[in-house]
T-cell receptor, first 109, second 116 residues
Framework: KNQVEQSPQSLIILEGKNCTLQ??????????LRWYKQDTGRGPVSLTI?????NTKSNGRYTATLDADTKQSSLHITASQLSDSASYIC????????FGAGTRLTVKP | DGGITQSPKYLFRKEGQNVTLSCEQN?????MYWYRQDPGQGLRLIYY???????QKGDIAEGYSVSREKKESFPLTVTSAQKNPTAFYLC???????????????FGPGTRLTVL
C-alpha cells in the first residue's frame, strides 16, 4: 500500500473555476511535504513546501494546507487557467521521499 | 527544467539490449537521482548518488546500473535483466541528500523508454 494517497485520480473543471486536490499520508516520522506540478511529458516542478509547523503556504493561485495531526494536505487552485492542466504530485519526506501517484487535472475552456 | 538535461527524449530498445540514458546538470549539485514513473504510480527511486564515485541502490535497482565519474553527470544503464523497462525515466538533482531534506529536487525533462 502506497504511503501517500492522492485523490481524486483525475479531475476535469471549467476554466475560471476553483478546485481542491487531496493528499493523505502515513509516512512517519514526517519532515516536510511538497506539491509538484508535472506537465505531460515533462519533469515535475515544485510548487510549495511545508514543514511540520506550517499550516498553509501559497504560491500565486496555488495554496497548500497541511494538517500534521490527521496527516492530510490539500492543494487549492483558484481561478483555474488552461495552463493548470497537468498532474499534481504530493511528496512526503521522512527518512526518504515518498511520492503519491498524482491527480491529473484537466481545465477546459 | 532547472539546468538538468536528459537525452534522448525518446528511446526505443529491442529485447536483450542494454541502453544508456544520459543526465547532466550544471547546478553544481552534489546529489543526483534516477526515478522511474509508471502510469497510476508514484515515482520510484532506482539509484541515487550523494558524491562523485559513490552511489546507492534505491527501491527498484534490479536490472539497472549507474556511474558517477563526474559531478555533473549520472548516466543510467537499463540492462537486459530489467524485465519490464518500458517507462518514463526522470533524473533529478539536489544540493544535498540528507534523510529529511528540505533541499528541493530539480527534475530533468525525462526520457521515455519503449521496448519493442
Amino acid at each position: 500500500k502506497n504511503q501517500v494517497e492522492q485523490s481524486p485520480q483525475s479531475l476535469i473543471i471549467l476554466e475560471g473555476k476553483n478546485c481542491t486536490l487531496q493528499c493523505n499520508y502515513t509516512v512517519s516520522p514526517f519532515s516536510n511535504l511538497r506539491w509538484y506540478k508535472q506537465d505531460t511529458g515533462r519533469g515535475p516542478v515544485s510548487l510549495t513546501i511545508m514543514t511540520f509547523s506550517e499550516n498553509t503556504k501559497s504560491n500565486g493561485r496555488y495554496t497548500a494546507t497541511l494538517d500534521a495531526d490527521t496527516k492530510q494536505s490539500s492543494l487549492h487552485i483558484t481561478a483555474s487557467q488552461l495552463s493548470d492542466s497537468a498532474s499534481y504530485i504530493c511528496v512526503v519526506s521522512a527518512r526518504d521521499m515518498r511520492f503519491g501517484a498524482g491527480t491529473r487535472l484537466t481545465v477546459k475552456p | 527544467d532547472g539546468g538538468i538535461t536528459q537525452s534522448p527524449k525518446y528511446l526505443f530498445r529491442k529485447e536483450g539490449q542494454n541502453v544508456t540514458l544520459s543526465c547532466e546538470q550544471n547546478l553544481n549539485h552534489d546529489a543526483m537521482y534516477w526515478y522511474r514513473q509508471d502510469p497510476g504510480q508514484g515515482l520510484r527511486l532506482i539509484y541515487y548518488s550523494q558524491i562523485v564515485n559513490d552511489f546507492q541502490k534505491g527501491d527498484i535497482a534490479e536490472g539497472y546500473s549507474v556511474s558517477r565519474e563526474k559531478k555533473e553527470s549520472f548516466p543510467l544503464t537499463v540492462t537486459s535483466a530489467q524485465k519490464n523497462p518500458t517507462a518514463f525515466y526522470l533524473c533529478a538533482s539536489s544540493m544535498q541528500r540528507d534523510l529529511s531534506s528540505y533541499n528541493e529536487q530539480f527534475f530533468g525533462p525525462g526520457t521515455r523508454l519503449t521496448v519493442l
